[in-house]
């Protein structure tokens, strides 16, 4: 068994609740890669001006964060929130969830098309490469916060007790999965799939790409993860939102390949 380590979520303290946490550094290591990914090949490319570029980040910032945190409060801890409405604004203590930050991202590009007239699916590509670095940096917060971690298990050489579990029973670090799988997995096949195939010229084709990609490795991470809902039909919240996720994306990138 191995012993978890006992990091301090909070780098530096400010004042009360205000602090310097790691878990928020994940979400802006993860915006700037996706910046300065995008800003490098767009010099090349020229598929928006600066100036439109950085009100469509700006916009996805607040997407990402509205989606994710008001998906997770209303879709796994919806009672709880209702009788604590204030809780939503505790984003210290965690809870994004991925799926909502995908819907606030993708009425984001929606909107922000329809308002200014233009092609947001190559933009999307692009940064879609370099989100499992996001993704893996966000996981690793979520190990040392000791949160989401996984089911109980006596079995697994990797199994360690999280100090943040009341049953103290050892457990999968079901972070360092997701960590691995859909960071650094997902991230070699994205950049593949970018640098050794044509999809980047198919506007659309990458960002379904990885919708399929995230969902298949967030469905196998779940068998591990401790469900934040009971399980319906033998399968967690995560999972069936896996399913809809690939199914969509499969759809989205046979359409892709249909058109001329």
Known sequence: ????????????????????????????FGFLICYFFFKHKNQKLNIINNEMFEKLMTS???????????FDCFFYNFFDTI??????????????????GCIGVFLVFFVFS????VKVLPILDLMLVVVPLALFFGRIANFIN????GNITYNSPFRMIFPTDYTQQPRHPSQLYEAFAEGICLFTIMFFLYKKTNFIKKSGLLTGCFGVFYSIARFLCEFFRKPEISNSF????????????TVFCIIFVLYIFKKK
């Open 1 to 28: 068994m191995l012993t978890y380590p006992k990091i301090d979520p909070v780098i530096v303290h400010i004042y009360g609740n205000m602090a310097i946490r790691w878990y928020s550094l994940a979400y802006i």
């Open 60 to 70: 996805i910032i607040c997407g990402v964060i509205l989606g994710a945190r008001l």
């Open 83 to 100: 009788k604590n409405p204030i809780s939503i604004f505790r984003v210290w203590e965690g809870g994004m969830s991925f799926h909502g």
């Open 114 to 117: 329809k308002i200014y007239k």
């Open 146 to 149: 000791g949160e989401l971690y």
């Open 234 to 245: 033998g399968l967690t919240a995560g999972q069936w939102l896996s399913l809809l996720m």
